[in-house]
T-cell receptor, first 114, second 116 residues
C-alpha cells in the first residue's frame, strides 16, 4: 500500500519568514495530494491540493509543488503569521473511484514566533 | 466550518466493550470515509462507504465495521475494544464519483474515544 513520509516533524520560524514542509510517497499510482491544517482540538481543514497533472499550485501565501518523478511534494508558506501555527498534514490518494481513501503523513507542528 | 457532524464528542469505554460512533455527511455528499487518529499521528484510513456499500478498507481488523444509511449518514462500530483503540475518530464526507471536486474531503469534528 501507499506510504507517506513527512519532514520535518517540528518547525519553528519567525513571523514573516517562510516555512517549507516536504513529503514523499511510495505509490506511483497516487495522483491527488491534499494538505490539511489541524489546530489543537479541531478537525483537519483542507488548505490546498494538487493533482498529478499539475506541477505547482498557489493560493495567496500558500503554494504546493509536486515532483512526480521523485515522488515528492512540498508545502510552502510565505510571510508566516502567528495564526499559521498548527499541525500540517500531507496526504496522497489515488483517484478514479476512491476519493476519500487518503494516506496521511505523521504531521509537522509549525510554530510561528511573533 | 463544514456541514459534517459527529456524535458523541467524547466517549469513555472499558476494554472488551463495544462502541458505535455516528457521522452525518455534508448535504449532497454520498461518500463517507472513517479515519483513526492516534495522539501525535496522522489520520489512518479505516474504511469508506459509497452509496451504502463499503468501497475500500484500510489495515484494520474485522472488529471495526460500518454502515451507511440511505441518507448517507454513517456509523462506525468497534467490538471488543482494546486500549490501543483510544484515539480521535474522524469521518469525512465527499461527493464521491459525482465528478468535479469529488475528491475534496470535509472532516467532521471527531469523536474522542478513551478505552480504560
Amino acid at each position: 500500500g501507499e506510504n507517506v513520509e513527512q519532514h520535518p516533524s517540528t518547525l519553528s520560524v519567525q513571523e514573516g519568514d517562510s516555512a517549507v514542509i516536504k513529503c514523499t510517497y511510495s505509490d506511483s499510482a497516487s495522483n491527488y495530494f491534499p494538505w490539511y491544517k489541524q489546530e489543537l482540538g479541531k478537525r483537519p481543514q483542507l488548505i490546498i491540493d494538487i493533482r498529478s497533472n499539475v506541477g505547482e499550485k498557489k493560493d495567496q501565501r500558500i503554494a504546493v509543488t509536486l515532483n512526480k518523478t521523485a515522488k515528492h511534494f512540498s508545502l510552502h508558506i510565505t510571510e508566516t503569521q502567528p495564526e499559521d501555527s498548527a499541525v500540517y498534514f500531507c496526504a496522497a490518494s489515488t483517484l478514479a473511484g476512491n476519493a476519500g481513501k487518503s494516506t496521511f503523513g505523521d504531521g509537522t507542528t509549525l510554530t510561528v514566533k511573533p | 466550518e463544514t456541514g459534517v457532524t459527529q456524535s458523541p464528542t467524547h466517549l469513555i469505554k472499558t476494554r472488551g466493550q463495544q462502541v458505535t460512533l455516528r457521522c452525518s455527511s455534508q448535504s449532497g455528499h454520498n461518500t463517507v470515509s472513517w479515519y483513526q487518529q492516534a495522539l501525535g499521528q496522522g489520520p489512518q484510513f479505516i474504511f469508506q462507504y459509497y452509496r451504502e456499500e463499503e468501497n475500500g478498507r484500510g489495515n484494520f481488523p474485522p472488529r471495526f465495521s460500518g454502515l451507511q444509511f440511505p441518507n448517507y449518514s454513517s456509523e462506525l462500530n468497534v467490538n471488543a475494544l482494546e486500549l490501543d483503540d483510544s484515539a480521535l475518530y474522524l469521518c469525512a464526507s465527499s461527493l464521491g464519483f459525482a465528478g468535479g471536486k469529488e475528491e475534496t474531503q470535509y472532516f467532521g469534528p471527531g469523536t474522542r474515544l478513551l478505552v480504560l
